[in-house]
């Protein structure tokens, strides 16, 4: 069983950046269809980026583009979201979630496995 850990999250003034760290244990990513995905209160988990097992083919909500990059290594059995130029719309906890699958997903649905999230706090 993967377990999935996130890290990386904080509170940072609009225009800064962050970079969110995704750990696995309990088994490999590589390969595993990684993505990320962003829950703000009172709204649904909505999907931010996705990235193929070999890290070859990424994806990214139009919200997004532009400003934030996954990446993956999976000699470190690890994925990564840049985030840059942060704006306060951004806030939200920060899911990284695993597929057993060599494209990318941008389902919520499609994903097998899930972390506990990473709190991002964007302020104006």
């Known amino acids: 069983q993967v377990q999935l850990v996130e890290s990386g999250g904080g509170l940072v003034q609009a225009g800064g950046s962050l970079r969110l760290s995704c750990a696995a244990s309990g088994g490999t990513l590589s390969r595993s269809a990684m993505g990320w995905f962003r829950q703000a209160p009172g709204k649904e988990r909505e999907f931010v980026a996705a990235?193929?097992?070999?890290?070859?083919?990424?994806f990214y909500a139009d919200s997004v583009k532009g400003r934030f990059t996954i990446s993956r290594d999976n000699a470190k059995n690890s994925v990564y979201l840049q985030m840059n130029s942060l704006k306060p719309e951004d806030s939200a906890k920060y899911y990284c979630?695993?597929?057993?699958?060599?494209?990318?997903?941008?389902?919520?649905?499609?994903?097998?496995?899930w972390g506990q999230g990473t709190q991002v706090t964007v302020s104006s």
């Open positions: 990235i193929s097992w070999r890290g070859a083919v990424s």
């Open positions: 979630a695993a597929k057993d699958g060599d494209f990318y997903y941008t389902g919520r649905d499609e994903y097998d496995y």
